[in-house]
């Protein structure tokens, strides 16, 4: 509809509602003439129908302008006084000021508690705790590590969590209470800020905490980000020498001794990226290990422990592992802290050592001779294992890639032959330095694998093994375990067309994602960043265990294996765990626990996987079953480890 000049009409509603808009954005002193132009227009009409329609009320005109007064008066709180003029307008003046100041007091009020309550809100108030872990820095590791760090049932477990990161504080917390077990006996505290920036780093309280970890987040610039954060906590504790213990992760090679230098004497320096694959390159010959290890980095199980060393000082090693009916002993912690992982049995317990053991908890290990468990009779002869050339294939290409390579040069027996298939070119192979072996031959090929056609082409007769590996972030819209999972379902399409099952070890970035891998019961799904942030809590728990896991995660060294039961017990006889500890003992490895062959197949549960069993336990061994070992794998070449080979690394002995 149009006016008469052409103009359209604007509806009378419209306009009022405009001009009221218009009324209220002039000034305060307007929004409070309509305030009281809205309350008396209300409540004068209301008080005059309830003086008019009472019975009781005074007849003449006066008397009921008087009673209407009255109401409205203290419905507004103005005061009901009544007499002359002069009386009702102080009456109104002195009820105004009244309401006035009261009106303020509660805008006053109101107006604090909503600045606090966002300051709270924004995570910018001072934590003060004392024997705390802080937590820097948001990564994919985050909820792992404050989830097992939650689950930790050492006596000395923090009494609280405090995680700094330059996050909104509701969405971490959002985020921990979705990802994270609940524990009445913990608390978590989030702060939002840069972690950065000394001055909100102070906020946190590091000097008094138990223990810092750093993590880098998933941006190009990580590692920079975290060395950044190293200095900064320098500056706000000081050249001091007796500040809490730092865990910091980096990603590259590059950064690794700068974060050393920057952490301090008591810093450790992780380098996620060699992890990682040193993790891939170790499962590749040994099916199953994924499991293990993530049985072993957990603390809903067992896990490493530093136990009293008193009963064995001055006497071998040896006889300590058959004397803890309760727990699994793996090395010797000297005096000196120098971490001796696996070491022979005549090795003399010096005063003052520690044992590592495999226990429950803390306070679960005890000293028992368990020697008369051993029946001797049913421990097999030890006899050499034949071990022959390999041949894999390396589907995808990522940063860890080359690191992947580097480790299956230094584990792959010789004559073992690697293909790798990218979607573009990649540089070739690093050629060996001298004294170092020469390591399997590597061969590229660029094929176009986000095409369907050309994984259902693959012939995967040859090889023993296939390694998905998936792009890295930022290399294309999609996440990069989708193409993981596309490619593990054109594998298994092509099990199920040759009828033969080929072992698969894939990486993954998110757990949830995990129990979707169409894969088939021998191979590993590797969850890079879980398996590196439940490594982290482990440290964080105990620096004393970092070179553990060091040595564990080397390609040389002590490393945990899963061998043929029938290597270590005669097939199908009846004994004791503890007679499989000693067999280990005198094959020079460690027993730490089995894996059952008849659940050995199955996706549900532990997959037959128990980890220090009591070595009173007495069970049928088959040759099918497997143990658990810590043992340095004899069939692999050695390679020559340089000054920087560490991926655990500590700044200081």
């Not at 923090?158 to 996050?167: E, G, H, K, N």
């Not at 468990?373 to 890639?401: C, F, K, M, Q, Y």
């Not at 020469?438 to 050309?454: I, Q």
């Not at 069970?619 to 070449?637: I, K």
Request: glycine fraction near 8%; hydrophobic fraction near 40%; charge should be negative.
């Amino acid at each position: 509809m149009e006016s008469a000049k052409g103009r359209p009409r604007v509806p009378l509603r419209d306009w009022a509602r405009y001009r009221f808009d218009r009324t209220l954005a002039r000034s305060t002193g307007t929004l409070m003439g309509w305030l009281v132009i809205t309350c008396l227009a209300v409540v004068v009409p209301v008080s005059l129908l309830l003086v008019w329609t009472d019975p009781g009320s005074p007849t003449s005109l006066p008397d009921r302008l008087i009673a209407t007064w009255r109401i409205s008066a203290e419905t507004l709180r103005l005061g009901a006084a009544t007499g002359t003029p002069l009386r009702l307008v102080l009456s109104a003046v002195l009820g105004l000021v009244a309401l006035l100041c009261v009106s303020t007091l509660v805008g006053v009020i109101t107006t604090g508690l909503a600045e606090r309550m966002a300051e709270l809100s924004r995570g910018r108030s001072t934590v003060l705790e004392q024997g705390h872990v802080l937590v820097l820095g948001w990564s994919d590791q985050v909820t792992t590590v404050v989830g097992e760090l939650v689950a930790a049932r050492a006596p000395r477990r923090p009494r609280a969590i405090v995680l700094l990161a330059d996050r909104d504080k509701a969405e971490m917390e959002e985020a921990l209470t979705t990802r994270t077990a609940p524990a009445p006996r913990a608390r978590i505290i989030c702060r939002s800020g840069p972690a950065s920036d000394p001055d909100v780093l102070a906020l946190v309280s590091p000097r008094s905490a138990s223990t810092v970890v750093v993590l880098p987040s998933a941006e190009p610039t990580a590692d920079a980000e975290v060395l950044r954060i190293l200095l900064a906590l320098r500056a706000v504790l000081g050249e001091d020498t007796d500040g809490p213990p730092v865990l910091a992760a980096v990603r590259d090679d590059r950064y690794r001794a700068p974060a050393r230098l920057a952490a301090g004497p008591r810093g450790t320096v992780l380098e996620t990226d060699t992890v990682t694959a040193r993790l891939i390159a170790q499962c590749v010959g040994r099916p199953g290990l994924s499991l293990v290890l993530r049985d072993l980095l957990d603390f809903a199980g067992d896990e490493f422990h530093l136990a009293d060393a008193t009963a064995f000082h001055h006497g071998p090693f040896g006889p300590a592992l058959l004397s803890h009916p309760d727990s699994c002993v793996v090395g010797l912690l000297t005096p000196e802290g120098r971490t001796l992982l696996n070491p022979p049995a005549d090795t003399v317990v010096r005063p003052g050592s520690r044992l590592i053991v495999l226990a429950r908890d803390d306070d679960s290990t005890r000293v028992e001779d368990c020697r008369h468990l051993v029946d001797a009779s049913a421990i097999a002869p030890s006899r050499a294992e034949p071990a022959g050339p390999s041949r894999l294939l390396l589907l995808g290409w990522n940063r860890r890639a080359p690191l992947v390579l580097d480790q299956l040069r230094s584990t792959a027996r010789p004559g073992s032959v690697v293909d790798v298939v990218a979607d573009s070119a990649v540089p070739g192979p690093r050629e060996p330095e001298g004294g170092e072996p020469a390591g399997p031959d590597v061969r590229f090929r660029s094929a176009p694998l986000s095409r369907p056609e050309t994984l259902l082409g693959l012939d995967l007769d040859p090889y023993d093994a296939v390694v998905v590996l998936g792009p890295d972030r930022g290399d294309g819209p999609d996440h990069p375990d989708d193409w993981t999972l596309v490619t593990l379902l054109a594998v298994r399409l092509l099990e199920q067309r040759t009828g033969r099952e080929t072992r698969v070890v894939t990486e993954l970035v998110d757990d949830r994602n995990r129990p979707l891998a169409p894969v088939n019961s021998g191979s590993d799904v590797i969850v890079s960043g879980m398996l590196v942030g439940l490594l982290m809590a482990q440290i964080a728990q105990n620096r004393h265990l970092a070179p553990v896991f060091e040595e564990l995660f080397s390609a040389e060294g002590n490393n945990v294996c899963l061998r043929p039961a029938g290597a270590y017990i005669h097939p199908g006889a009846e004994a004791t765990f503890a007679g499989v500890v000693a067999a280990a003992r005198d094959r020079g490895e460690c027993a730490i626990g089995y894996r059952r062959h008849d659940v050995a197949r199955t996706r549900t549960g532990d997959h037959g996987i128990r980890l220090n069993p009591p070595k009173g336990e007495r069970r049928v061994w088959y040759a099918e079953d497997q143990v658990v070992v810590v043992a340095t794998d004899h069939h692999l070449p050695t390679a020559a480890a340089g000054p920087d080979a560490s991926a655990i690394a500590g700044s200081a002995p």
